[in-house]
């Protein structure tokens, strides 16, 4: 028997319901392949604020550097929006992604063959929409110095800076390759090489980086351009790297693609071994509490954990299996129907844990 420990970090919102599910699928995991996986809970977010008075408390950091890997479901909410920026919830998760160093964000974006009619796309743009987004997720434009607010001139301004150093560049691009070795081998490095000077260095850095991975092709393309080729032939991406910004932004506009934010997991690695793996989703706060969240983003993030960070590849495979199962088979919660016939929460859990 393998025992492996969990934070779960549930959040707010739907957060809480949509991690129970990914629990349950996980739990039956655990009996069907004889391994015992521990969940220690942590408050994160604006229910750590309500109850200690921070988003990401001391026991919640323990709890997650003690793990062997980290569920976590959404935080925020019109709550805490009053709350002055170091104070708000999201600090929750990005403390955590600093403690832990996770730069390397990885989203697959996977178009369900059952979900085709989902897409507001047409049917031919999106069928067989397979590929993965990674994002550099602690540095770039979001985190550079200097980052202020002055007054010149009797004007004020305001200053974001969008820096990187080449071993930051490096370490996400090896990522990128790594993935694209167990995929269809293509890594597309989207930068804004004819304006930035960080995205030259770029460009050079994931060059130079490819030399030490011949079996992949590499190729760069300009961020305006990859926001409509992602639209118009999707199908052409295999693996995306890019900048915190241009990540952020183009991993949203991918999401359309399959339809729902709802089915959307991700995984945020460093160089710890300890992951941290959620939902692309925020907390929802229009459906939280209401049964009616689709738990199906939460629960392949929980597959993202067992491949990805606990290295139990069968087991993952067997709950990607079980999603597409679900889906063949008619079951769709709120967001991917109009049919009044939608499933619940929890419904659509105890299918997927059938499957
Ligand atoms: P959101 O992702 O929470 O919701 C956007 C829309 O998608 C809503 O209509 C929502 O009902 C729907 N939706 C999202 N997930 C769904 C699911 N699993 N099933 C069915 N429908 C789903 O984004 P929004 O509204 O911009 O933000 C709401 C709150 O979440 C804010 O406080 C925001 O800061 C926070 N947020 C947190 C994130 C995180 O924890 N990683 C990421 C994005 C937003
Ligand atoms: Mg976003």
Not at 150 to 170: H, V
Not at 206 to 228: F, G, Q, R
Request: proline share 5%; glycine share 8%.
């Amino acid at each position: 028997m393998t025992k492996k420990t969990i934070a779960v970090l549930p959040g707010d919102g739907i957060g809480p319901e949509v991690t129970r599910a990914a629990i349950q699928v996980l739990e039956s995991i655990g009996r069907l392949y004889d391994h015992e996986f521990v969940f220690r809970e942590g408050l994160i977010g604006g229910s750590a604020i309500d109850e200690k008075g921070d988003p990401l408390p001391l026991e919640t950091r323990e709890i997650s550097a003690e793990s062997d890997g980290i569920l976590l479901g959404a935080v925020g909410g019109p709550e805490w929006d009053h709350l002055p920026g170091d104070q708000r919830p999201e600090q929750g998760l990005l403390g955590i992604r600093k403690m832990l160093d996770l730069y390397a964000n990885l989203r697959p974006v996977k178009a369900y063959e059952a979900l085709i009619d989902a897409s507001p796309l047409k049917t031919d743009i999106v069928a067989g929409v397979d590929f993965m987004i990674v994002r550099e997720l602690t540095g770039g434009l979001y985190f550079g110095e200097p980052k202020k607010r002055e007054t010149i001139d009797g004007e004020e301004q305001a200053i974001d800076t969008l820096a990187y150093k080449q071993s930051e560049i490096k370490r996400i691009a090896e990522r990128a390759f790594e993935a694209a070795r167990v995929r269809e081998g293509k890594v597309l490095s989207v930068d804004k090489a004819n304006v930035l000077e960080s995205s030259r260095l770029w460009r050079e850095t994931v060059t130079e980086c490819a030399e030490t991975y011949p079996d992949i092709t590499l190729e760069h393309m300009l961020v305006d351009n990859a926001a409509m080729q992602l639209i118009a032939q999707p199908t052409a991406f295999d693996v995306i790297v890019t900048e915190n910004t241009f990540g952020d932004i183009l991993s949203d506009e991918a999401s359309m693609l399959t339809g729902s934010l709802g089915l959307l997991p991700s995984a945020s690695l460093g160089a710890t071994g300890i992951g941290l793996y959620e939902p692309v989703h925020g907390s929802a706060p229009d459906i939280a509490g209401k049964n009616r969240a689709n738990p199906l983003a939460a629960i392949a993030s929980a597959a993202m954990m067992l491949k990805y960070g606990l290295q139990m590849e069968e087991e993952a495979t067997r709950i990607e299996n079980a999603l597409e199962k679900v889906l063949e088979a008619g079951y769709r919660t709120a967001d991917i129907t109009e049919s009044t016939q939608a499933v619940t929460t929890t419904e659509m859990t105890e299918a997927v844990v059938k499957a």
